[in-house]
């Protein structure tokens, strides 16, 4: 077969999908979880997939060489949403935890600050607000003030502070400050690494760590003029304008997504 030319931008859905039917051996899909597979809720645990993307992913991972999750979630908290899944690798904490085969393997690097993020959880539950939401996730701690929003300066100078404290690092989010270990793993990081073979590659994201992930596509593409990449945005009203600019296409809800992918399936199928 011969090669499928790649177009030129801005892309059209129906461009991006045949230039990936024409690739699909050497294709990855990266997903986000939160605002991109399940629509964000006011309690982070309260999260689940839209029904139709574990069945979707599944099919998908059939179709591609690879389909992995990439989210701030744990594993840990991944596994229970997609226990199902067989062939959709899950990058937890940002790449932190890796599950591969059957396995979970954490950075090294990150283990030993542990102890400080359970001391971080409970400081912050006993100096911030009631009403702000301290997420205890092992390797990191999310403060949410979602469903408190007149203490988010409160709540961004307090996870500014601890971070200088204790030389953490701080991500932002959607309505959520995080802090995390100072070790150098980020999303692009792993999106980096895992197009590093690829001739293909689309990333979904909503929010403004995802950036890095379709920086991560632009940079490749810059170094590899065969390699094809495709950022996609799940837009959302208080991050979507500027991490729908950075991409290449824009879905409105997690919904649409599945929806999405759904109909990329019928195409990728027919091609092949």
């Known amino acids: 077969m011969a090669e499928t030319l790649r177009p030129n931008r801005p892309l059209s859905t129906a461009d991006a999908w045949a230039v990936t039917a024409g690739r699909a051996a050497e294709t990855t899909f990266f997903f986000d979880f939160d605002g991109v597979l399940s629509p964000v809720t006011d309690d982070p645990d309260a999260s689940q997939p839209v029904d139709a993307v574990p069945g979707v ?3 998908l991972a059939t179709a591609v060489r690879r389909v992995a999750i990439v989210s701030a979630r744990p594993v840990s908290f991944l596994r229970s949403r997609f226990a199902s899944l067989e062939r ?3 990058y937890g904490l940002y790449g932190l935890e890796v599950w591969h085969d059957g396995a979970v393997v954490t950075e090294p690097a990150a283990l030993p600050w542990i102890p400080a993020m359970s001391d971080l959880a409970d400081r912050a539950r006993a100096e911030l607000p009631e009403q702000i939401l301290v997420e205890f996730k092992r390797l990191s701690v999310a403060l949410h003030y979602r ?3 007149q203490h988010a300066a409160e709540v961004e100078r307090w996870g ?3 971070a200088e404290r204790l030389g953490l690092k701080i991500q932002g989010g959607r309505m959520v400050v995080e802090l995390k270990p100072p ?3 980020d999303k692009g990081m792993v999106i980096t690494e895992g197009v590093r073979n690829a001739g293909c590659a689309w990333y979904f994201g909503d929010d403004m760590s995802d950036i890095k992930a379709f920086d991560a596509l632009r940079a490749r ?5 065969k390699f094809f990449g495709v950022a996609v945005a799940v837009a959302n009203p208080e991050t979507g304008a500027e991490v729908s600019s950075a991409a290449d296409l824009t879905l409105d809800s997690p919904d649409a997504v599945a929806e999405f992918l759904t109909d990329g399936l019928s195409r990728l199928t027919a091609k092949n």
């Open 183 to 185: 070790v150098d793993q």
């Open 160 to 162: 500014h502070e601890q």
């Open 221 to 225: 593409e810059a170094v590899d003029p």
């Open 57 to 59: 992913l599944e099919q």
């Open 88 to 90: 959709v690798d899950l």
């Open 147 to 149: 469903t408190a929003p």
